[in-house]
């Protein structure tokens, strides 16, 4: 978290099932290459996403270590958005890229062609599930 913070805090490697929040850090796609505003991905998100209160994504920009800078006014998604799609299983595909795929501007983030980024999903309230690893997000897919 040194990247990202400047400070240190034992809340953020202790297990509080239900408290707190928990992250997940992603630069790389399945294929081990670094995520490129340019292409498109898909992040697969399970059923029974292990947060009591809600789960968001926010994109940063590897360079600034800001949030990346778009046409939209925040460079995120979370699982409050009005409209936001869940599969019929119970899981969410979610995508991040320059342009919406058809059919999924609700489920979409908008990413900066120019630019490298990565991704942190947050669970707020984290659940067991999330701590004895039971349950995991998919690494990111290439899609286009």
Same mark, same amino acid.
Do not use: H
């Given at each position: 978290m040194h990247f990202y913070a400047t400070g240190i805090t034992p809340a953020m490697a202790v297990k509080n099932v239900v408290k707190g929040s928990q992250y997940a850090i992603a630069y790389l796609d399945e294929d081990d290459e670094s995520l490129d505003? @340019?292409?498109?991905?898909k992040f697969h998100l399970p059923k029974d996403v292990p947060a009591k209160d809600f789960w968001s994504f926010?994109?940063?920009?590897n360079q @600034? =270590?800001?949030?990346? $800078?778009t046409d939209e006014r925040? +460079?995120?998604?979370? @699982?409050n958005k009005e409209g936001?799609?869940? *599969?019929?299983?119970?899981s969410?595909?979610?995508y991040f890229g320059p342009?919406?795929?058809?059919? $999924?501007?609700? *489920?979409?983030? $908008?990413?900066? +062609? @120019?630019?490298?980024f990565n991704v942190i999903l =947050?669970?707020?309230? +984290?659940?067991? +599930?999330?701590?004895d690893k039971t349950w995991k997000p998919a690494d990111p897919v290439k899609v286009k």
């Open positions: 505003g @340019s292409k498109t991905y926010t994109l940063y920009d @600034s =270590r800001a949030m990346l $800078q925040f +460079p995120g998604i979370d @699982s936001l799609k869940k *599969n019929a299983d119970g969410f595909d979610l342009k919406a795929p058809e059919g $999924q501007e609700n *489920n979409w983030v $908008q990413t900066d +062609p @120019s630019k490298g =947050r669970l707020y309230g +984290p659940l067991e +599930p999330w701590f």
